[in-house]
């Protein structure tokens, strides 16, 4: 026959009111998460496969609270919450059943992250297609969800544009050469190509030229 133990205590913990210890026959026992313990109660009589199962359900729970916790921090691809949940040593099964919750939940999907990560690119710090691309294969993410990604993107000439226009503002006062080297060398650090950089400093060595002569005649007048 199997041996049952009685549920004497349900005691919320006081460093986490989320938890709650759990006392058998009169001596603590176990902690349980409050949504896995919801359904416990003083008198329930546990086997000790019963216990073992709880403790299961209780140890993915804390992991996909983690999860959520990680999530409320920034959006993560898949490869990315899993590595950060076997950081926190949770185990693959463990890891594998949230990301199933997760996946039901549509709270994390590839394609949407792909999307949103280039779109925040375009937005804030541009840098080239190519550059992008290289950040969310870095990230776990499959091939076809970059495809689709980076074809959201504005093409590289216009963000090369973008990235430039806020940096060559700090060049004022050098010559030519030195506003090249600063300006092509900030841009490729983006990821653009000479192809790219090359006309975008021209245009704004020529944007430069033509404001300081504009001031110039001001001056004058």
């Given amino acids: 026959m199997m041996t049952e133990k009685t549920i004497t205590a349900i005691r919320v913990q006081k460093r986490n009111p989320e938890r709650v210890n759990i006392d058998l026959d009169g001596d603590f026992a176990f902690g349980l998460s409050r949504i896995t313990a919801a359904w416990l109660k003083i008198g329930d009589r546990l086997t000790q496969e019963r216990i073992d199962a709880l403790q299961r359900e209780d140890a993915i729970e804390v992991a996909y609270q983690r999860a959520l916790l990680l999530l409320g921090y920034r959006a993560r691809s898949e490869q990315e919450l899993r590595r950060k949940l076997i950081e926190k040593n949770f185990s693959t099964e463990q890891v594998d059943q949230v990301v199933r919750k997760l996946k ?3 709270l994390i999907h590839d394609g949407s992250f792909a999307r949103a990560w280039v779109e925040n690119r375009n937005n804030s710090h541009p840098r080239s297609q190519r550059l992008m691309r290289y950040e969310l294969q870095r990230k776990g993410v499959a091939e076809e969800d970059i495809q689709r990604a980076i074809k959201t993107s504005a093409p590289d000439q216009e963000l090369a544009l973008r990235a430039a226009e806020n940096y060559y ?5 050098y010559d030519f050469k030195v506003f ?6 900030f841009l490729a650090r983006r990821g653009f190509s000479y192809e790219v950089i090359a006309p975008v400093v021209a245009a704004l060595w020529g944007q430069r030229s033509a404001n300081n002569n504009t001031d110039e005649e001001n001056e004058e007048e």
């Fill in 104 to 106: 039901q939940a549509n």
């Fill in 169 to 173: 503002r700090r060049l004022t006062g």
């Fill in 180 to 185: 090249r080297n600063r300006l092509s060398g």
